[in-house]
Every structure is written in C-alpha cells, then in structure tokens.
C-alpha cells in the first residue's frame, strides 16, 4: 500500500479518493467535519472522496492510500466543503433544544457525505447526535428496505460504517409504493432517538426528487419528523419548493464538483454487499401460527377449499393449486411450480373464477424473499426466507435475530445468488 505525505499550511487543501487511511502526524486537519489532531486516524472507503483542509499553520499526514485510491490538488473554484461546515455549524448555533435536519436532494448529491459531516459538527461541540438512514434504495446503516437509527460515538466518515441500533421494515427499495410507511418509520426513529438523549437528529432520505408524487412524500416526511431544518444539496428548486411546503429553515447547497462516481451497478454491488452484511446469521424456524404476518397473501388471507378453482387453476395454469386463500376483494392462489405462470393465463382464471382481484404466488418464488422478524419490543431484524411448509405452516430464515420474533414481513423484493437483486414489485408469497 502506497504512502503519501502531505504537508499543508493553514487553509491549504488536498483530495483524497478512497480506500485510504489518514494518520495526523503534526498539526490538524478537517476532514468531513471531524477535527483530527496530532496522532488520530480518519479511514475512507471504496466510493468515498473528501478534501482534506489544515487547520493549523503547520500540518503533516500520511496517507496510506489502498487499490483505486489517490490524492490530488484540490480543483479551482472547490469550495462547497466551507459552505457545507457554515450550514451545519449555524445549525448547531442557531438550534434551541432538540433539534431535526432532514438532507435531501437528488441522487449521487453528497446527502450521506452531509449527514456524515452535520452529526461530525454536531460531535465536535459535544452534542449527542443520532443519524437516521432513510435512504431505502441505497441504505447504508441497515440492509436496503430498511429505516435504521444509530447514534455515533465517533468520528463518521461513511454511515455504513455506523451500527443500527433499531431498524424498521419497509419492504420496498422504491419510495413511492411505500410512502406511508418510510414516513411512520422515520417519525418512530425520531422519537427513538430523543429518548436515547439525542440533541441532533439527522435525517438523511432518499433521492426521488422528480414529481408531484416525490414532493409530497419529502414535505409530507418533513412534517412527520417535525424538521427544524432542511439541507438541499444540488437542488435550487427542490430548496424553494420545501420553504413554501414546510415551516422549517431551508439551506440550499452545492453538491460537491468532484466526488468518487458510482454508476447504477456500483450501486448494485454495494447494496448486495449490505444485504449479505446483515443476513448471514443463523438459520431458523418459525410456526407461522403463532406470529402475525404481513405482506403475504397466501398466508394471512382465509384458506378456501373449492374444487372449482382447483379446477379452473390445473385448466387455465397448467399447474396444481397448493393453497388458495380468500382476503377482502379478492383471491390468492399459490401454484406448484418454479417459474411465475403466464400473465395473460391469470387474467383468464380471473375471468372464468369472476373475481375483482386475483393474485397467483408460484412456490418457487419463496426462496429468497428479503423479510423481517419484529420482535416484542418492536424492533426489526433482516431476514431471508428459504422454504416454506405450507401443510405445518412452517417457514425457514436466514437472519441475525436470535429473539423470538411476534411478527414476520415479507417484502416485494427476492435476492438470488450473492445477495443479488432478482425480482421486485411484486407479491411473492
């Protein structure tokens, strides 16, 4: 591993690219916020890119820079990191008790680089901050799919870094068909991290900023949380849009002019790498008799035995019916078969059984649905389904709960292989 040293006068900046590590060997320096003296270490991760400022006369720092990684000279005319510490430090000036910071903006903005860099401002003046990670699609401090707090003890260079403490389920990487709940989750985490003693919340959220749709989740989210301040990062209009929709005080700022691009399969790649952070645990049991469940069809509507449908399903499908069960408008029809039955075939059982809503699950598609074992005292673990038992009502996960759950979700999102993304959007069980 390479070593670059770097000697900087008062002011003077560098970038430097992740996998790096930085050692202060004399004087100190900024990095995201975080004030690093004589001796201390600052890490950046594959995907990560910060300037580094002296904020001594003198400084000195070692950079051992990792496979991928580099310095260099900062680019002309790169000044959002001061505008960035003015906003939060105000923030924390300006800010009378208990205070909440929702971070928005577009995707690839650097609202997960400014959550970082608000809860660092808020540790550098001994303030107890709590970071929520409502970024659903690209989840950082939980498994995508995931609202989760954690509350730093340390200097924050990237939030996954970071432990949840608590985590609640979604079920979904696409904002919009869950709306409701990412903003009930927020708002509980907020709460959650008040009564851990929180003076600063900060809540950063995903990048869906296009649409009338988009504006009324991220003013409808402002006001759950109760938003002391918004943060736009790269967004001029979004900025104007959340000052008329919301009474918090409103920063409009610049995404930074250089930063480590991702493109969409990085973004696969790490959100396969948090899946698998988070679902590689024991593998267990549960009767699902005796927990409530949500997101399934199959198992929480009432079982049917009708030889009609039996028939009309082996007609029109080609396959037998192993469960079928009534819910309030509609039926589910669970099909022995590994592969999804042909769409244009479900429209016609649908016809022929006369039922406003007909929703057929296929037992191949079990394996692999991302779920969620809540526990008694409400918080929720990540979990993989692998098999179900539809006779004993019996389901088998793979999760990092070691409690005995009193609920299980289930999502509309399936993993393949190496926790790969291979199915979304719709019902699976």
């Known amino acids: 591993m390479p070593r670059v040293t770097l000697d900087l006068t008062l002011g003077e900046q560098a970038r430097i690219f992740g996998p790096a590590r930085v050692r202060v060997v004399k004087g100190s320096v900024s990095i995201l916020g975080a004030e690093l003296g004589s001796g201390e270490e600052f890490e950046l991760r594959r995907f990560r890119s910060y300037p580094i400022t002296s904020l001594s006369e003198h400084s000195s720092v070692e950079v051992d820079v990792g496979e991928g990684g580099r310095v260099e000279a900062p680019v002309e005319g790169e000044n959002h990191y001061f505008q960035w510490l003015e906003a939060a430090d105000e923030v924390i000036r300006e800010s009378r008790g208990p205070t909440v910071v929702a971070v928005m903006g577009p995707v690839e903005a650097g609202k997960t680089s400014y959550a970082a860099l608000q809860a660092n401002r808020a540790l550098a003046h001994s303030i107890v901050s709590a970071i929520i990670d409502a970024d659903i699609g690209q989840a950082d401090i939980g498994p995508p799919g995931f609202v989760s707090l954690a509350i730093p003890s340390s200097w924050v260079e990237w939030l996954r870094a970071l432990e949840p403490l608590r985590m609640k389920f979604v079920g979904s990487i696409e904002p919009a068909p869950v709306a409701g709940r990412l903003i009930t989750a927020s708002r509980e985490l907020v709460d959650a991290a008040r009564r851990r003693g929180s003076g600063l919340v900060v809540v950063?959220?995903?990048?869906?900023?296009?649409?009338?749709?988009?504006?009324?989740?991220?003013?409808?989210?402002?006001?759950?949380?109760?938003?002391?301040?918004?943060?736009?990062?790269?967004?001029?209009?979004?900025?104007?849009?959340?000052?008329?929709?919301?009474?918090?005080?409103?920063?409009?700022?610049?995404?930074?002019?250089?930063?480590?691009?991702?493109?969409?399969?990085?973004?696969?790649?790490?959100?396969?790498?948090?899946?698998?952070?988070?679902?590689?645990?024991?593998?267990?049991?549960?009767?699902?008799?005796?927990?409530?469940?949500?997101?399934?069809?199959?198992?929480?509507?009432?079982?049917?035995?009708?030889?009609?449908?039996?028939?009309?399903?082996?007609?029109?499908?080609?396959?037998?019916?192993?469960?079928?069960?009534?819910?309030?408008?509609?039926?589910?029809?669970?099909?022995?078969?590994?592969?999804p039955p042909d769409p244009q075939a479900v429209r016609s059982l649908q016809r022929r059984l006369g039922v406003r809503e007909l929703l057929v699950a296929y037992t191949g598609g079990f394996d692999g649905v991302l779920s969620a074992l809540t526990t008694r005292d409400g918080n929720e673990y990540p979990a993989l389904l692998r098999e179900v038992d539809l006779n004993s009502m019996r389901a088998v996960f793979d999760t990092c709960c070691h409690v005995e759950p009193v609920a299980v979700s289930f999502s509309r999102l399936r993993l393949g292989e190496n926790y790969s993304e291979v199915g979304r959007g719709r019902i699976w069980v």
């Not at 988070?278 to 409530?292: I, K, P, W, Y």
């Open 204 to 339: 950063d959220t995903d990048g869906w900023t296009e649409g009338w749709q988009a504006m009324e989740l991220k003013s409808d989210l402002a006001w759950a949380i109760e938003a002391d301040y918004i943060v736009v990062l790269g967004d001029d209009e979004l900025a104007r849009y959340m000052r008329r929709a919301t009474q918090a005080s409103v920063y409009s700022l610049p995404s930074p002019t250089v930063k480590a691009e991702r493109d969409r399969g990085d973004r696969r790649l790490l959100r396969a790498e948090n899946y698998r952070r988070f679902l590689t645990g024991a593998r267990v049991e549960v009767d699902l008799e005796r927990v409530s469940v949500r997101g399934s069809c199959s198992l929480s509507g009432t079982p049917v035995r009708d030889e009609q449908i039996t028939r009309e399903t082996v007609h029109s499908l080609g396959v037998e019916a192993v469960r079928v069960t009534r819910y309030p408008g509609g039926l589910c029809i669970v099909v022995d078969s590994q592969s």
